[in-house]
């Protein structure tokens, strides 16, 4: 049976935690250890999801978790999963959650060694994209035109001048036995990934995008909506990579106004007519990538 | 094993675990102070279709029943579970 939100395990093991009111990030874990379980061991890097996960002496994970080095997420779970396999544990699924920053700059290189050596971990990169635990500086997984504190937007220069990181190809180039994008404007998609990579052995790397109120300049229940949007104005695609090819998983009709996607968040409110129209082109020409390249 | 408030709640030295955390899930505080709006669910128009509880970011809302309930405890009164309703069933009402 496909699972939803009438069989998912009831169950909270991301409770009471202090993420802002409207956290995407908190949301991607909360549903993904629902998806694996109580026997999860959670690995969490310096991030929003740690800061906001151990509060000394609140613990607000019900399932093993523990706190990596910022660059260390990949290979901490190589060694939890290393250290249970030598105990004889086998009924365990080692996850770790890290952001777009934790993940495609810092963490990169373990998670790149870890995917050589097919670990059997989960990697899940919840991106909203910009260091939004220390005050929204610039990862590289922040698109194109956003402000943040470390590429503000002034007369000459507009934002971030940089592309958003293709870190999902970037990891499927690895060879890895499966990677997926997915939002958590839809989680039924997200859910079944997480289901799905529970039962693959080997590495697997889910990336989600998950939009921070905060960072983004939208209020706090707008979160799951502009999670939709970006997936349905074409700005982020929902795909898979398994035995050597990629999938799409969904095919809009016709795309929504790109636009309205980015005025409608403070950080994209300074974009000219000309930044929007170089936005478009850039998703057209991702998109005739993707509808020659993905099943 | 849901995280849920325990009654221990270390004030001295004396207090502190020889590690770096208590168990799993050892809550000491409440959200509830953080939310100026509470979400107020109508139990005629749910059809406990059980969106708001999945999009919830943080949890709180529970089967309960056919239906829903909210934990106000640890609500922090987002307003995703009010937008998310397609039948309007949740509003969200000024915290007095």
Redesign the interface.
Known sequence: MAISAKTLNETEFFYGHKACAGCGGSLAVRIALKVLGENAVAVLPAGCMSAVGFNFPQLCFGNNAIISTFAGTASMLTGVEAGLRAQGITDFHAVGFAGDGGTADIGLQALSGAIDRNDDILYICYDNEAYMNTGIQKSSLTPFGARTTTTPAGKNIRGNLRTKKNLFEIVAAHGIPYAATASVGYLNDFMRKVEKAKHIRGTKYIHILAPCPTGWGVSTDETVDVAKEVVDCGLWYLAEYENGEFTLNHQPKSFSDVSAYLKRQSRFKHLTDKDIEIITQSRDKKWEFIRKNFK | ?????RDF??VSFAD??EA????????????AG??NVRPVIDAQKCVG???C???????VI??DGSKVAIDYD?C?????C???CKLNAITMEAEK
């Open positions: 094993m849901k995280p849920y408030l709640i270390p502190i675990p770096t955390a208590y168990e799993a899930g050892y809550l000491v505080t409440k959200n953080w939310r279709c059980l969106n509880y999945l999009y919830c970011p943080d949890g529970y089967r640890f922090k009164g987002c307003g995703i009010r937008n998310i």
